[in-house]
């Protein structure tokens, strides 16, 4: 009993925070058709910034203001100066942001040094939930995650810029067409991709060790899901999230860590070879 | 002189380093329908995307009531009041047809389509569809629906009635009057003769990319449209 509750929590908890690193790759790439290398390397930054906060002896909610802030200004500057000039040239933009991404990783060692950083909880201790004891900066994490994801997902079907955001997804010169400002939304869809790639790294950093190279595990993790849920859609996000974050908590916990990732490896070869488009592919 | 509502001159436009349109001139006034004949491939539909924005000009100009637009980008044309029509994927295919019709509306209000409800009903029925799942036809009704209702100062339309059944290009046709009667300009890319007859105060015949024919309608428009456009 006792254990599968905390196969359940943990398989929430990487499915939740999943979901979380994948949405920036999955918004620029859903809007702009870019997939942007440098995905991982937001987060890094996102979680240097809690890592800035609390070394600067300031509480660390701060760290989330900071981490959207400071990656929403860095991609709405990497927009309008480099990928702007490259929509529609899909091997370009990879290039382009794959280039993006070493000269992040640079800047970040430059400022913060190659050693491994850690910041701690901001609430410690754990609670009993179900007859097992929880960390209770996981559950909060948790809790906040699913207000969030529900607040977005009603944003997305319900509000008027919703549907402006998902008429751009179908038909970009049609949007134009009817008075849309394409360019504008282009610059804030990539921008919002930053600042929640940002937020990611800020919510994660008391549980993940931060150095400069952290952001290859997270766009790789981020492509896996985008390869099996299918691109351009909420609903395709969470569905490869829960199978990708579900597969690898299974596999840790039966038999052991490096399964856990053989075994994402494994599910997404087969969706490439099998079902390139993903589970919930745009029409 | 008084000013035309849309002056096109010298226009050159084309894909890449293929130039498909050459020295292109025309004028509509207000209260004018400007009907563009021709057969498939000669750039119609490239003419019209280039008075849209989506195609930008090699050379030459576009005004609107004496401004310069050719350099503006079509959500900026569409603001100065320039309704736009296309030929193909004329929908947002995953979204109702309710959301087709009211999302560039901050009031997302149907009351502005009420007119256009009563002459096709079929399009009110359906509003809570996608309008992916609509036939073409259908589709296109949808799309000039939503471009006669924005009341543009200038309209664009690419084929409208392209699978479109016969009473409802009739209705088009009503539409379409009714807007030229409120003194707006309507440039029509059409097939269909019965349509032209209907509506075009002019018309004008491409061919390779140029216009080889203007004329006015009246009761010999049908025949000497026929003869440019046999093969």
């Known amino acids: 009993m006792e254990s599968s509750v905390l196969f359940l929590l943990n398989t929430s908890y990487a499915v939740l925070t999943l979901a979380l690193v994948v949405l920036g790759l999955a918004i620029i790439f859903g809007l702009l058709g870019v997939l942007n290398m440098a995905h991982g390397e937001f987060v890094a930054i996102g979680a240097y910034c809690a890592f800035a906060v609390q070394s600067a ?49 640079e800047g970040i060692e430059l400022a913060f040094g190659l050693e491994y950083r850690s910041v701690s909880e901001p609430v410690s201790g754990s609670v009993r939930l179900l007859g097992v004891d929880y960390p209770i900066y996981r559950i909060m994490l948790m809790v906040a995650l699913l207000i ?13 810029a919703g549907v402006r955001v998902r008429a751009m997804i179908a038909n970009p010169q049609l949007a134009t067409i009817v008075g849309i400002d394409t360019q504008k939304l282009a610059r804030l869809a990539f921008a919002a991709g930053a600042a929640s790639a940002g937020l990611a790294g800020a919510m994660l950093a008391p549980l993940v060790r931060i150095e400069p190279f952290m952001g290859i595990d997270f766009l790789l993790q981020s492509f896996f899901v985008l390869v099996v849920g299918g691109l351009g859609s909420l609903e395709g996000l969470f569905i490869g999230s829960s199978l990708i974050g579900g597969a690898e908590s299974a596999g840790s916990t039966l038999m052991g860590g490096t399964a856990g990732y053989v075994t994402v490896l494994l599910i997404s070869i087969l969706f490439l070879w099998l079902k390139p488009e993903g589970l919930h592919a745009r029409r | 002189m008084s000013m035309q509502q849309f002056t096109v001159q010298n226009l050159a436009t084309g894909y890449g380093d293929l130039q498909v349109l050459q020295d292109i001139s025309f004028d509509v006034g207000a209260g004018e329908c400007l009907c563009i004949a021709g057969r498939n491939g000669v750039g119609k539909t ?106 543009a100062q200038v309209v664009l339309l690419d084929e409208p009635t392209e699978g479109v059944a016969p009473e409802n290009i009739d209705h088009m046709a009503t539409v ?56």
């Open chain 1, 57 to 105: 002896g300031l509480p660390l909610i701060l760290s989330l203001p900071l981490a959207i802030i400071t990656t929403g200004a860095v991609g709405w500057l990497i927009e309008a100066s480099v990928i702007r000039h490259l929509y529609k040239r899909p091997f370009d933009t990879l290039l382009a942001t794959w280039g993006l991404s070493i000269l992040l990783r």
């Open chain 1, 148 to 160: 969030g994801f529900a607040a977005l997902y009603v944003w997305y079907r319900r509000s008027n």
């Open chain 2, 46 to 151: 490239t003419l019209m995307r280039a008075l849209s924005g989506e195609l930008p000009l090699i050379s030459g100009g576009i005004q609107m009531q004496g401004t310069e637009i050719s350099a503006l980008p079509t959500n900026r044309r569409h603001g100065l009041g320039l309704s736009y029509g296309p030929q193909d994927s004329v929908t947002f295919a995953p979204l109702s047809v309710k959301e087709n019709l009211t999302l560039h509306y901050q009031d997302q209000n149907l009351e502005r389509y009420e007119h256009l409800f009563a002459l096709f009903p079929r399009i009110r029925e359906r509003l809570e569809q996608s309008a992916g799942s609509l036939s073409g036809g259908e589709r296109k009704i949808l799309s000039f629906t939503r471009v006669m209702a924005e009341d």
């Open chain 2, 176 to 231: 379409i009057r009714s807007t030229l009667q409120a003194r707006h300009s309507v440039i029509v890319v059409e097939q269909n003769l019965s349509l032209i007859e209907a509506i075009a105060d002019r018309v004008i015949v491409m061919d390779h990319g140029a216009i080889i024919h203007e004329t006015a309608n009246g009761p010999e428009l049908r025949n000497e449209i026929s003869n440019l456009l046999k093969v």
